[in-house]
């Protein structure tokens, strides 16, 4: 990876004109495979950087660095500001755009190692701006793309470091199956895991209108909070191999598989757990959960107490 430096003031505001210029000049254009869209609301750009309540004890990561407008926004306010971008393009004309700020670290190449993990060089360059600059808070604040939008979330809130808090674009279904409670259509292993670890709010919905190129689906801007009373009883999970937050992701990755199953029939299909129509019945009642309710109709609390049991 290559790092560089950014500059000490605002970057240009980021208008369709402007876009269609830079991008011109620059011989480059926004890839749909990499979840590339660019706000060009600038009210939405800054809703965006103070949702995450800034300050110079923050230490930011943004991943999806774009043209720099909103790492540029950040830096004023946060104590340093550490940006991944993976295209090489956009990456060289970041920094052209961003110049020289020491507050700034720009790292190209990919925020992901993998689909369930971090790249820990990115997360290392992070820790070592937050110990340059002095910051003794981390936060994720992104217009992320949103090809990695869910994992990057999920993989800082399981596996860490955690923020204290996570401002991020995501598409506006995503958005909803953060959010959603026990009965919803949308209720499955993503808000479980988010609400289980976190305190989740929709900041704005944000219709397609406001990027370039606009997005065929509305989008949101998603606010995540650290709870660390929450994250106490996920901990509790934990065995002599497997962190509890991780412990629990792949219990409900497993348990959701088989969402058109009743409870029990999830139970017992889970792979890799071999358990047995009657140690499902025994174990649910036990906590007193009948076997033929559905997974989706369980609370948060109740879904620690399967994974204990049957995770």
Known sequence: MNTGTNIEGPSPRQTLGFLIKLFQRHGLGAKSKLGQNFLIDLNLLDLVARSGELTPEDAVLEVGTGTGSLTGRMAFDAGCVTSAEIDPGFARMAREMLGSNPKVRLVEGDALQSKNTMNPELIAAWKENAAKHGCTRLKLVANLPYAVAVPVMTNLLIDGPVPERMVG?????????????????????????????????????????????????????VQVDANPAKRALVDKLATSTTAGPRRLRDFLRDLYCHRRKNLRGGLVAMQGRDLTKKQVDEGLAKLGIPGEVRAEALDVATHLRLCELFG
């Open 169 to 221: 674009m995501v598409q506006w279904e995503i958005a909803e199956r953060m959010v959603a409670t026990p009965g919803h259509k949308e209720y499955a292993s993503l808000a479980i895991i988010c609400q289980a670890l976190g305190d989740v709010t929709i900041v704005r919905r944000i219709p397609p209108r406001s990027f370039f190129p606009p997005p065929k689906v509305d989008s949101a801007i």
